[in-house]
């Protein structure tokens, strides 16, 4: 099933910001990528005892929250503080408010697990006798799957519409869409968007029991590829429509199209040809009126396992053929779940205006099976348009398209 965006839908990433365990805002994040840095460490985080790497942004414990919203602590509701406060973001949001009004803004957010290492602790913390979790434990505000969207809405004082989606590893991707389509009916005038996704002993446990997991950094595409590497990561987009913003650089960022799909072939494996990945960047090129020729760069989903790199190999090649330029950042960040498409398209718009075109960080030797235009070593040039692709669990797709102005 296709899902797609009409073309008069164009709208504007007026600011965008990026926390992962390359740093802290775009410039750590543009510095680790033109590096070719990788983020990724020896797993060593909580208790977790599993041979692997991982993605850790550094300091989330020395974030505080403020009093009045000290119901929302925990490591989730802590990155997305730290990432709200990059890059002048938080600045621009309480702009917007102050320009369409409180209820003409809205908060879209994606992720996968929340808070829910919250969880975990207080049942490691529970009574021995009663069995009772500890008393200041708060499900609401922590755990609960709106818990970030909530913090953030209250963060800022936002009173428009406010939705999670969780679609597994598509989550933060797929905001663009919800977010785009309620500007398009004139429900709100702007919107933040993005995902939020942190470490986890479910997550690091759970793709370990799929057997997923790496002892080694990922190599997306490689052909001693084994696994991937779980990240956390804090990314947020502000969205306007483009004619209701003062005149701009013509080097600004457009969310050109978004394609959704759900192929729903297997719950945790993709379909082997990639059928849903294709429909969804088709319909991403269809709402945005354009061939396959006319992308410069595609940001892979990529995630290191085997099977998900070939099925998007063969999706990406049969709609793109094997000329497009196309790589992982996974190498660099590590696979940030729910965070991972909005992490992803901020990468792809500081590509559009800065023409650094990523190399696949730590993949060396690629699959001789797999035919995509795989580009190891960073490339500068100028890009005009962009893909990114994010595909979840259940095969719920999104591909996001996005552009410069002029």
């Given at each position: 099933?296709?899902?797609?965006?009409?073309?008069?839908?164009?709208?504007?990433?007026?600011?965008?910001?990026?926390?992962?365990?390359?740093?802290?805002?775009?410039?750590?994040?543009?510095a680790?990528?033109?590096?070719?840095?990788?983020?990724?460490?020896?797993?060593?985080f909580e208790?977790?005892?599993?041979?692997?790497?991982?993605?850790?942004?550094?300091?989330?414990?020395?974030?505080?929250?403020?009093?009045?919203?000290?119901?929302?602590?925990?490591?989730?509701?802590r990155?997305?503080?730290?990432?709200?406060?990059?890059?002048?973001?938080?600045?621009?949001?309480?702009?917007?408010?102050?320009?369409?009004?409180?209820?003409?803004?809205?908060?879209?957010?994606?992720?996968?697990?929340?808070?829910?290492?919250?969880?975990?602790?207080?049942?490691?913390?529970?009574?021995?006798?009663?069995?009772?979790?500890?008393?200041?434990?708060?499900?609401?505000?922590?755990?609960?799957?709106?818990?970030?969207?909530?913090?953030?809405r209250?963060?800022?004082?936002i009173e428009?519409?406010?939705?999670?989606?969780?679609?597994?590893?598509?989550?933060?991707?797929?905001v663009?869409?919800?977010?785009?389509?309620?500007?398009?009916?004139g429900l709100?005038?702007?919107?933040?968007?993005?995902?939020?996704?942190?470490?986890?002993?479910?997550?690091?446990?759970g793709?370990?029991?799929?057997?997923?997991?790496?002892?080694?950094?990922?190599?997306?595409?490689?052909?001693?590829?084994?696994?991937?590497?779980?990240?956390?990561?804090?990314?947020?987009?502000?969205?306007?429509?483009?004619?209701?913003?003062?005149?701009?650089?013509?080097?600004?960022?457009?969310?050109?199209?978004?394609?959704?799909?759900?192929?729903?072939?297997?719950?945790?494996?993709?379909?082997p040809?990639?059928a849903?990945?294709?429909?969804?960047?088709?319909?991403?090129?269809?709402?945005?009126?354009?061939?396959?020729?006319?992308?410069?760069y595609?940001n892979?989903?990529?995630?290191?396992?085997?099977?998900?790199?070939s099925?998007?190999?063969?999706?990406?090649?049969?709609?793109?053929?094997t000329?497009?330029?196309?790589s992982?950042?996974?190498?660099?960040?590590?696979?940030?779940?729910?965070?991972?498409?909005?992490?992803e398209?901020?990468?792809?718009?500081?590509?559009?205006?800065?023409?650094?075109l990523?190399?696949?960080?730590?993949?060396?030797?690629?699959?001789?099976?797999?035919?995509?235009?795989?580009?190891?070593?960073?490339?500068?040039?100028?890009?005009r348009?962009?893909?990114?692709?994010?595909?979840g669990?259940?095969?719920?797709?999104?591909?996001?398209l996005?552009?410069?102005?002029?």
């Amino acid at each position: 099933m296709l899902v797609p965006m009409t073309r008069p839908q164009t709208l504007q990433m007026t600011q965008y910001t990026a926390t992962s365990c390359l740093g802290a805002g775009l410039a750590a994040l543009h510095a680790g990528l033109a590096h070719a840095r990788s983020g990724l460490t020896r797993c060593e985080f909580e208790t977790v005892q599993i041979d692997t790497y991982i993605g850790q942004v550094a300091g989330l414990d020395e974030v505080r929250l403020p009093e009045r919203l000290k119901q929302f602590d925990c490591r989730n509701n802590r990155l997305a503080l730290m990432g709200l406060t990059q890059d002048g973001f938080d600045d621009a949001v309480r702009a917007s408010l102050a320009r369409w009004g409180r209820q003409r803004v809205g908060v879209f957010l994606g992720t996968s697990t929340s808070g829910i290492l919250s969880t975990e602790v207080a049942f490691r913390n529970r009574d021995p006798v009663t069995g009772a979790l500890p008393a200041q434990f708060n499900y609401a505000c922590t755990h609960n799957s709106f818990s970030v969207v909530d913090f953030v809405r209250q963060w800022f004082g936002i009173e428009g519409p406010a939705v999670t989606v969780c679609t597994a590893c598509s989550s933060s991707a797929k905001v663009f869409g919800t977010a785009a389509r309620m500007i398009s009916l004139g429900l709100i005038d702007a919107a933040v968007v993005g995902g939020v996704d942190s470490l986890c002993l479910t997550t690091l446990y759970g793709f370990h029991s799929l057997q997923l997991t790496s002892a080694r950094p990922c190599r997306p595409f490689d052909a001693d590829r084994d696994g991937l590497s779980i990240g956390e990561a804090a990314a947020f987009a502000l969205l306007q429509r483009p004619a209701q913003l003062s005149a701009s650089a013509d080097d600004r960022v457009l969310l050109l199209g978004v394609g959704e799909s759900s192929d729903a072939y297997h719950m945790s494996s993709p379909h082997p040809q990639g059928a849903g990945a294709r429909s969804a960047m088709q319909a991403a090129l269809t709402a945005a009126g354009l061939q396959p020729t006319q992308v410069d760069y595609i940001n892979l989903h990529g995630t290191g396992t085997a099977s998900n790199d070939s099925a998007e190999d063969r999706a990406v090649t049969s709609l793109f053929g094997t000329v497009t330029p196309c790589s992982s950042t996974k190498g660099a960040t590590g696979h940030t779940l729910g965070a991972a498409g909005a992490l992803e398209a901020v990468i792809c718009a500081q590509a559009l205006q800065t023409g650094l075109l990523p190399g696949g960080v730590n993949t060396h030797h690629q699959d001789p099976k797999l035919s995509s235009n795989y580009v190891t070593a960073n490339r500068q040039r100028p890009l005009r348009r962009v893909l990114s692709n994010s595909f979840g669990f259940g095969g719920a797709n999104c591909a996001l398209l996005l552009g410069r102005a002029a």
